[in-house]
């Protein structure tokens, strides 16, 4: 996509975030820049100006990983910015002890140095530590200490030698607009005129926000910090030498301060800040009283782990004010109804500088060159953005900071939010529900449980065991050899419709979709620079009317971005109004058949075909689909008839043996047919052919957006990995080695149940993605011998789907 012409911009918040975006607008050439905050400058009194400054790199997701290592590589260039003192993590526990050695594992996946310790080697860092206490570490050298104030003016003063300006004690109270667009903010003081307006105002995001009608699903928490009494073992002739220390089985983590400690606490409960509370005739309204009672029981645990703390005193300390989410991403993106009007918002010192580079290049190049779907704002659903959601997810990621969470774990309130049709069946049946964009989804059912009895089966580690059950096995094989009922109705459905569908469609996707009404057609969404922004079936039901099949908010928002301006096409999601059963076995037909008096056979509804029917009295949309790689339907309807359509599959079921399966056995059967999830097997940063969906791109269709920027020849591809040993099963995110060196990670993994053999999908160099290539994967400190496989693993030829 090309440039846009440099724009007039204004950026509310002059803090870390406000200062780097400043900077990196500035650099890329668009010099007209103005940065307003509430507070003088540079020590606003928002959460950079009291921030302890921890710099730390490792984080379960890429795309953090990457925020924080750019930040780390930027402010090491900015004079007296930044202290790279390394970081410590130490365990207390085995379980911590277990998840410093995954941790150690995605930090080498994203690129990130760092050594797994014994005990005697923290100790030899960090002499102050009881060694008795600590049974191993993690020490990442790369990692720091940045001083937040300065690390912001040194930006702001980068980018005010380019021309740009900022002005402190300036409240904004209005942001201008006319016809849908942003053209200025109105201050207490003065008015400003905008191209693009950017909120970086931190916790008071959501107040900016509401300037525009936009929901900034944050919520402003208190976090505590106290600087210890002088100790006598530190150094007072330097800052901080030693690395940053984390306990996070209890919640800590410690700095140096010269001759004293910094102390900051996860440890208490959560305390939701009222901005209507918060003071605004001192210059740091973000430092609240200490509650010291809230810090009694994280100081015992401080003098437990460091000895050298007995005799001393909490000397000062305050709650600070942080911004949380309800998922612990960042909220980034531009406003959909307000054009120009965009979010930075709850990003940490850690993440700041990378935040920041990716949206100046989002602003001006209308593309990030780090993906950023985790950190859309668009990415919520609208019941959370419910107040009340939004407080509740917020507090419970501010409790989970330090927590060891397993990557299927769900969250645990509020709950049941939202249920199919089917929910009440389901519970009869035993459901195990897991959790997803607050969707209950069963993941097994314990009516199968007898089904299981006498599999032969490899014993799992205790994590890999977690939200598992030997009955996802049974459910596998049930689909394979009968048949099977999915509940697929948490997926997104959206209506297209209008003279202009079709055009709309065929411009915006991949693939042809210039069929006769009745056809189905498996088609991918680019971005501007040919990454995979989703993929999609899309059902032409009639001349002017597709139901396309999407993978969440994200695609709805990026459609109805580039919608035609003529009124010649409507979006509507229809998701909440439906319901879906994926009837899937090599008994599908026979179950449905006599259930109707449409043709379901082979020749009469051939595969990637949809038809309307009647299932009995249901109308139901039927396409013939299947993710697990079996012969079957999704059969639409609306939810009010979606339990009488459930009971009379069901019903017609008995005498074929039909079971309800859930998302467990599924994955493991879309996995052994080679089929991707998006967001987890490919991202906007992979093109279609290095992610194996070349099949899915028609160059001689007609111009699509992305179209320019595809090329055929991937550096990376992702590849089907076959792990040697029964027993060795991946979750995802591990890392792969080739002749001891990391080359690329995992992304998918689940044992496939019909192979007998455990599957990983990983993206390796492409002269390493070859069938037969021999390659490891990093499990928890073990590595595991595995081979590149063709694919996909099971039935190849599609005969089972296509019968």
Known sequence: MPAKVSAKVIVIGAGIVGCSLADELTERGWTDVTVLDQGPLFATGGSSSHAPGLVFQTNPSKTMTTFASYTVQKFCALD???????????????????????????????????DLLSPQECVELWPLLDKDMVLGGFHTPDDGL???????????????????VFHGNQPVVEILQENGRVVGVRTEHDTFAADVVVSAAGFWGQRVGAMVGMTVPLIPLAHQYVRTSRLSELDDSREAGRPILRHQDRDLYFREHHDRLGVGSYAHRPMPVDLDDLRDDGPMPSMLEFT????????????????ALGDAKVEEGFNGIFSFTPDGFPLLGESREVKGFWLAEAVWVTHSAGVAR??????VDGQSTVELHECDVHRFEDVQLAPDYIAERGCQNFVEVYDILHPLQPMESPRPLRVSPFYQRQR?????????????????????AHLAEGLDLPERDEWSARFWSPIAAAEARHTREKVALYDMTPLKRLEVAGPGALDFLQRMTTNNLAKKPGAVTYTLLLDHTGGVRSDLTVARLAKDRFQVGANGNLDLDWLTRHLPDDGSVQIRDITAGTCCIGLWGPLARDLVQPLTQEDFSHKGFGYFKAKRAYLKNIPVTAMRLSYVGELGW????????????????????QEHGVIAAGRSAFNSLRLEKGYRAWGTDMTPEHDPYAAGLGFAVRMDSGDFLGRDALRDAPEQRLACLTLDAREHVALGKEPVYSNGEVVGYV??????YTIDKPIAYAWLPSALAEPGARVEIGYFGHRYPATVAAEPLFDPEMTRIRR
């Open 80 to 114: 007296g910015a930044f202290n790279q003192v390394g970081g410590l993590e130490v365990a207390t526990t085995p379980k911590r002890l277990a998840e410093l050695e995954r941790r150690h594992g995605f930090a080498s996946a994203w690129g990130v140095r760092g």
């Open 146 to 164: 940045a001083k937040a104030v300065r690390a912001g003016e040194a930006q702001a003063q980068r980018a005010m030698a380019r021309g740009a």
């Open 292 to 307: 010291e009672a809230d810090f009694a029981e994280p100081w015992q645990d401080c003098r437990n782990l460091l000895p």
């Open 358 to 363: 990716a949206v100046a290049e989002w602003i």
């Open 428 to 448: 009869e049946l035993g459901a195990v529900f897991l959790e997803a964009t607050g969707w209950e989804r069963p993941h097994w059912f314990e009516s199968n």
């Open 634 to 653: 999704e059969l639409y309807t609306t939810a009010d008839l979606g339990q009488r359509l459930w009971d009379v599959l069901w019903e017609a079921g």
């Open 747 to 752: 992304t998918s993994a689940a044992y496939g």
